[in-house]
């Protein structure tokens, strides 16, 4: 589960980041802002489920920044001292409001609850992906349903993974490589490298070496690792 934090005190994003490390390691923190101005800014660029979400903030608190947000696929659970937010808090779909500083019962009960909700909707994705061949990737407008066998291979960078597709475009997501490694385990896709996943349904040529290259049906050449040949030659030996 991937969530940011937003808060204008340095203090609170450390402590509610140890706490998450600590107690709910399912949940990666992939990015904070002490600015709520430059969340805004950047929010719909990046795949998370869930904002750790400071209320009091000078400029623009929360709960403004939520309405301006407009967050259709994603859950906020607001972080405050004042409990006098809690209604205004839930006016704007908040899914959970946790009372600084923040306990860590009521952390893990919450993440727990998240979780289930979570669960129920990627059934719902699943479904789509099971009977139509189709994965679904956060955009900036929303949510993007890519057809599996457009896909040509998948590159990590740190937190953020990159759909190299048929058309010759990119998808740019902050899901991890480790994610669509298990989405995708069923539809022919092989780990190459650490950071490279590929469509064997693309695949055209090996080339021999120490770990070796293929070469996919749009000409592109990637590198095949030491640790990863075994893998390959599994699924592509005769």
């Known amino acids: 589960m991937n969530a940011i934090i937003i808060d204008d005190e340095v203090s609170c994003i450390e402590s509610l ?11 990666k923190v992939v990015k904070t802002f002490l600015l ?7 929010i719909h660029k990046l795949d998370v489920d869930v904002i750790f979400l400071d209320v009091e903030m000078p400029n623009m608190n929360g ?7 407009n967050l259709a696929t994603t859950e ?21 409001f946790l009372l600084k500083p923040v306990d860590r019962k009521e ?7 998240l979780t289930m909700k979570l669960q129920e909707k990627h059934l719902k994705y699943s479904k789509l992906q099971t009977k139509y061949n189709k994965i679904t990737v956060h955009t900036t407008k929303g949510m993007q349903f890519i057809p599996i066998q457009n ?10 993974s990159t759909l190299h597709l048929e058309q010759g475009n990119s998808i740019v997501t902050s899901r991890s490589i480790g994610d669509f490694e298990e ?4 539809y022919d896709f092989c780990r190459i490298h650490n950071s490279i996943m590929i469509n064997l ?9 120490e770990g070796g290259t293929v070469i996919l049906t749009n000409g592109k050449e990637l590198e095949v690792s030491r640790r990863k040949k075994a893998d390959l030659m599994a699924l592509i030996s005769p």
């Not at 709520?36 to 950047?42: D, K």
């Open 17 to 27: 980041s140890a706490k998450i490390e600590m107690f709910v390691p399912s949940v």
């Open 36 to 42: 709520p101005q430059e969340a805004l800014q950047e």
């Open 63 to 69: 709960i403004t920044f939520a309405q301006k947000a």
């Open 76 to 96: 906020i659970i607001y972080t405050t001292a004042y409990q006098k937010y809690a209604v205004d808090a839930f006016r704007v779909c908040a899914f959970d």
């Open 107 to 113: 952390l893990v009960s919450s993440i727990e609850k």
């Open 151 to 160: 896909i040509l291979w998948i590159a990590s960078d740190n937190s953020y």
């Open 183 to 186: 989405m995708l385990l069923a």
């Open 201 to 209: 349904q693309h695949l055209q040529e090996y080339i021999k070496g």
